[in-house]
């Protein structure tokens, strides 16, 4: 190995020698380093600017958007129980108005009518009531005069029904036949008694009379008096008859009328090269059956339009002997009421006279006491089962659960009230807490909704349809138009029930602290890094926000100052405790959910939230 080598190899050491030596020199440390190094950082100071604000403290609840007054149509049974659909006027989204037609059951209309007051009991001659007068004032709207609108159903009442039924296309609920026979044997009832005491009477000084000739006499009488009204009711009958005959031997005409014209016209079109039903040129013997049946129609017209005229001389013909015979019975009435007197005559003798006239007397009242009871009952009237009142008109169709020819039981259609309404119930405990007339908020930022509303109901008592049994029914009313995709949805309503009515200095809970005394105080950090505590009292907490209400008791509080909430101490994780911890002096912390009809988000929790707001 030569020298320079030898130095080379010399210089290479000394240098890693050097290097090592500046790396240990970097990273030894004096104690007193060390010591410097161990000591923490200094703490920080974590503060927030006191506020000037309004607070106010809210009841959460869900509201569901519904169409107010919500009423069932019912399937009401016809007279003969059948409940048969035979017209349905209505589709959802149509209005029902006041004196229109619901629902059409086995060809008889279901009208409805506005009214407070349910349909209990048919409407007719007679009866007395509200219900009388309720439906007097729906007709007197609807342009039917009732003559006095009061509690009695009279004649008048009767025309205006009458008018109505008519005008909707129906035809009204008249007396019957049996009705009429009834009303008719009544009212010769009391013609057979007032005859007996004008007799009585005036054969009271004529003298006695056997038993058994008064009896004959009478008899006599009486039948003929009954003859006569048989011979009114079988002419009523007869003429009836013909007529109605008559009346078809036209309705077959006009019928008739009809299948000739479509025979000419199918044989006009095969005359012209064109069978009507199949649309080739004709055949002989199609165009030979196609004037068969134009003959054949014309021919059964002629014969009806030559029968017509029998059927109308056959009525002239029943009238002119009906008439004949009525002539006849009261002409036998007639003789023997003449016959009676001269029979009395006979007699001079008083035999019980008195006793007779009496008697007479006490017929007399029981026969026409009879008939006005009678007369009272009869008449045109209105059946339960084609009238309803709903509270308000007109109505909005929801649903119709029914088409012509169904026979269903129950609902026939579901109607709404036009305007909207919001349901919701509140707990037990915040019952106290909401107030009739207190406005609120109804939102939700998914559907861009931001109402207004007014707390228009709030129950008494808890239950109900639309609350559960711990849970009080409150009803709202919004006081700005919601949007139809809102409809039927169910929201986030806030309503306020205490408010500082103004800005206030308001703080967050952390920055509360309490003092030896009890009393709560804040601290302030000021100019140059001091910190002054501040003594003040609290007022409203609004927890959604974590503010409290304060106002200094001495010293200087504004909004702007920064108070302390807490400090930045890397040796918190290790210490067991301050003696100046941050203490909330006012109240228990709280877990917030919303409360409602029902939950917000497919939740199951249905307690109530206290919020508050700024």
């Not at 009695?152 to 019957?176: C, H, I, L």
């Not at 299948?259 to 009507?276: D, Q, V, Y």
Request: proline share 6%; no cysteine; charged share 25%.
């Amino acid at each position: 190995m030569n020298r320079r080598t030898i130095l080379a190899m010399v210089a290479v050491v000394a240098v890693l020698s050097a290097g090592i030596g500046w790396v240990a020199g970097q990273r030894i440390k004096s104690p007193a380093e060390i010591a410097a190094d161990a000591e923490p950082p200094a703490a920080s100071l974590i503060t927030v600017p006191v506020e000037e604000r309004e607070l106010s403290t809210s009841v959460i609840i869900r509201g569901q958007i519904e169409f107010d007054d919500a009423a069932e149509i019912p399937v009401k049974p016809g007279p003969s129980g059948a409940t048969i659909i035979t017209g349905v006027t209505k589709a959802p989204g149509d209005q029902l108005l006041e004196g229109e037609v619901a629902i059409e059951v086995a060809s008889r209309p279901l009208f409805v009518l506005e009214g407070e007051l349910p349909v209990f009991r048919p409407l007719g001659p007679g009866v007395e009531g509200p219900d009388v007068r309720q439906l007097e004032e729906a007709l007197s709207r609807l342009g039917y005069s009732p003559g006095t609108v009061d509690d009695v159903y009279d004649n008048a009442t009767e025309e205006a029904v009458s008018a109505f039924y008519r005008a909707a296309g129906y035809s009204p609920n008249e007396p019957t036949t049996d009705e009429l026979d009834q009303l008719e044997s009544a009212r010769q009832r009391v013609r057979l008694a007032n005859e007996s005491l004008r007799s009585a009477r005036a054969n009271a000084n004529s003298g006695g009379i056997p038993e058994s000739v008064r009896l004959q006499t009478e008899q006599s009488v009486r039948q003929s008096e009954e003859g006569v009204a048989d011979a009114k009711t079988q002419r009523q009958r007869a003429v009836t008859a013909a007529v109605a005959e008559r009346d078809g031997t036209v309705a077959s005409i006009n019928n008739t009328k009809v299948s000739l014209a479509s025979a000419e016209s199918r044989l006009a079109g095969a005359l012209a090269g064109t069978h009507p039903d199949t649309g080739e040129p004709p055949t002989d013997d199609e165009l030979a059956d196609l004037q068969f049946d134009r003959n054949d129609q014309k021919a059964r017209l002629a014969e009806l339009e030559k029968f017509l005229p029998v059927t109308e001389a056959a009525i002239a013909e029943t009238k002119l002997q009906q008439d004949r015979a009525v002539v006849d019975a009261e002409a036998n009435w007639a003789i023997a009421v003449a016959s009676r007197k001269e029979t009395y005559a006979q007699y001079s003798a008083d035999n019980g006279s008195a006793e007779l006239i009496r008697a007479a007397e006490t017929e007399v009242r029981s026969a026409n006491e009879a008939l006005a009871k009678l007369d009272s009952g009869i008449g045109t009237s209105f059946p339960s089962n084609e009238l309803l009142f709903l509270p308000q008109l007109p109505r909005e169709v929801q649903l119709v659960n029914v088409r012509v020819g169904d026979t269903p039981q129950g609902s026939a259609m579901t109607v709404t009230g036009s305007g909207l309404v919001i349901r919701s119930s509140v707990s037990v405990a915040d019952r106290p807490l909401v107030k009739e007339e207190v406005e609120g908020l109804m939102e939700d930022s998914n559907l861009g909704v931001s109402v207004r509303v007014r707390v228009a109901f709030v129950a008494d008592s808890p239950g109900g349809p639309n609350a559960g049994a711990d849970r009080f029914a409150i009803r709202l009313e919004p006081l700005d138009e919601i949007p139809e995709d809102a409809y039927n949805q169910n929201l986030r309503v806030t309503l306020p029930f205490e408010s500082t009515g103004g800005a206030v200095l308001a703080v967050p809970l952390a920055a509360l602290s309490a003092g030896a005394d009890g009393s709560s105080r804040v601290q302030v950090e000021r100019a140059g890094g001091t910190v002054e505590t501040v003594s003040v009292t609290t007022g409203l907490l609004a927890r959604a926000l974590g503010l409290v209400e304060v106002t200094p008791i001495d010293g200087g509080l504004v909004a702007g100052d920064r108070v302390i909430v807490g400090r930045n101490n890397p040796t918190a994780e290790t210490d067991t405790g301050s003696s100046d911890s941050t203490t909330d002096s006012t109240t228990d912390s709280t877990t917030e959910t919303e409360s409602g009809q029902e939950p917000a988000s497919g939740g199951s929790s249905d307690s109530t939230v206290v919020e508050a707001g700024g």
